[in-house]
């Protein structure tokens, strides 16, 4: 009887223990999932008011395109033709020129190139180790633009600051030019020759500068537009037309395009069919829009992607294209334009014009290749 009421006794204390046990685990996990709630609402809050945020300065800002930009286009009669997309390695960057029958694009690694045969519809990635080798023996720092103009190809190497060239049909490394100071864009005029963008610290400005096989560098006077935000306002992209041999200067956030001989004298300037005039700055409280992206020379004429749409164009109708405005770089001239298709609702990240027909590079990692009636 003793016996059997001490394990009554023993079973009740540990059913109390057990209990008291549970009690404080449904407290603890009560308080884990308090917290845990807390945490996950104040994340969620703190996602709902940045959503909010960015609602109000959309619906606050002037965006374009929703409303008339004060312009009118002349579409040519003739629409463009296009051969079948086909897809390309999503690391390509940008359209850099011809080698071997091939056209060759950029990615972020300066010696890891696309290799695309427009023919067979095909594109691979090819590494040059060589040239990897010889940058990392240099301990050149990341940021480049390339080019090629076969058999060299150029690497335009921002921060290092300097310039790369590296013979394709010889695969060997040809020369390193070092530039002053930090650039933004860079062209060729020829292997010991090239044009740069770039930080003047005596005007504590950008300012496009020529640099030389002798060492020697010459500035601009005069040719670019002034910049009060280390130049942002006025950054863009610089071009060189074979057949005028005229430097073409894109403004991405204003409708300026500036012309220059490879003295780097100016020989005019002239406005883009939109409105939007430049400014010293661009306002840090404002989205940035960038009213012009990619472009392309071809004898003597620029083409010309537009992010804005005209008085005259439908917003049905510009929202599934991809408008390309053609002007005279040596008059200044506008010749009008044509739609490009926005694949999969996509814009265009580079293009070229290759034995008459245009190649356009899309952000869906798309190549395509058109028919345009002004190149006929």
Known sequence: MGRQFQQILISNTNTQQLRALATRSSCVSFIHLS??????????FAVLVGILLNVFIFIKANLPNFEDNGFVRSFL??????????????????IA???GGKLYLTTDDPATLVAVDMQTRQAKVVNIQRLGDWLATE????????????????VFAFNAPGIYVYNLARALPEATYT??????????????????????????????????????TRWEQGVSLPSSDMGLSSDGRLMH????????????????????????NEVHSFSLL????????????????????????HRGLLYLCSNLRADNEPYKEYI???????????????RGSFYLPALDGKLIKSMAIVKDRLIALYFNDQIASFTIPALQ
Request: hydrophobic residues 40%.
């Open 274 to 297: 939109d409105t939007v005039a430049p400014k010293l700055r661009l306002d840090p409280t404002a989205p940035r829009i960038m009213t012009n992206s990619a472009a392309c020379l």
């Open 77 to 94: 009669p003739q629409s463009v033709s296009i051969t079948e997309p086909f897809d390309v390695p999503s690391k390509s960057v940008a």
């Open 320 to 334: 599934k294209h991809i408008p390309v405005d053609i002007f005279d770089v040596q008059t200044g001239g506008y």
């Open 35 to 44: 917290n845990t709630m807390a945490t996950f609402l104040k994340i969620a």
């Open 179 to 216: 530039a002053d100071a930090v650039f933004t864009t860079g062209i060729s005029l020829s292997a010991t020759r090239f044009v740069l963008r770039q930080y003047s610290p005596t005007e504590k400005a950008f300012r496009f500068s020529r640099i030389s096989h002798h060492g020697e």
């Open 241 to 264: 037309d074979d057949q005028t041999g005229l430097l073409v200067y894109e403004h991405y956030y204003n409708n300026r395009i500036l012309v220059a001989d490879t003295a780097l």
């Open 139 to 154: 301990k050149v720092p990341a940021g480049h633009t390339a080019l090629i103009d076969s058999p060299y190809y150029y």
């Open 97 to 99: 020129g011809q080698f």
